[in-house]
């Protein structure tokens, strides 16, 4: 399963059109198209975030946005945020760099914002909020990894 069938079948849930979805998620109908189709980059970093604040046992709303919701993701930040929440749980960048699967560089990349993901923070929270569902049940559907199921309710 990805996250976008994991979007599509929240958004179904809760009878929410694509056009309507799209207009709260201030992207165009094709952009948020991509998503459920699982041709976004949060199909590759979401899970990768969501790993992380399980390591740093910090709620993921809160490891991306300084209040834990979507109009609190401060667009230049992110990084900088990840990388306050790692030290403040005690962990270096290589140990925590380590448990994620990543390269060091890779991860340093992350924290000094190179790699972007300040948008798809940005929705995914949005989108959380639009279907009432913390943005970590997201990538953990019934409490499993999306690797592990083939569909959910």
Not at 2 to 12: A, C, F, N, T
Not at 71 to 93: E, F, M
């Amino acid at each position: 399963m990805k996250l976008g069938d994991v979007i599509r079948k929240e958004r179904e849930r809760f009878g929410i059109s694509v056009v309507q979805a799209a207009e709260t998620l201030m992207l165009d109908v094709e952009d948020y198209a991509r998503i459920e189709n699982g041709q976004s980059a949060a199909e590759q970093w979401g899970p990768i975030i969501a790993i992380m604040a399980m390591k740093l046992e910090i709620p993921m709303a809160r490891l991306l946005s300084v209040n834990g919701r979507s109009d609190g993701v401060d667009r230049s930040t992110v990084g900088h945020l990840l990388a306050q929440n790692r030290r403040a749980a005690g962990i270096s960048i290589d140990a925590l760099a380590r448990q994620l699967g990543m390269d060091v560089g890779e991860y340093t990349q992350v924290e000094e914002g190179v790699v972007p993901l300040d948008p798809h923070v940005c929705w995914l929270l949005a989108f959380s909020e639009l279907v009432d569902q913390p943005v970590f049940n997201l990538f953990f559907p019934c409490g499993l990894p999306m690797e592990r199921i083939d569909d959910y309710p």
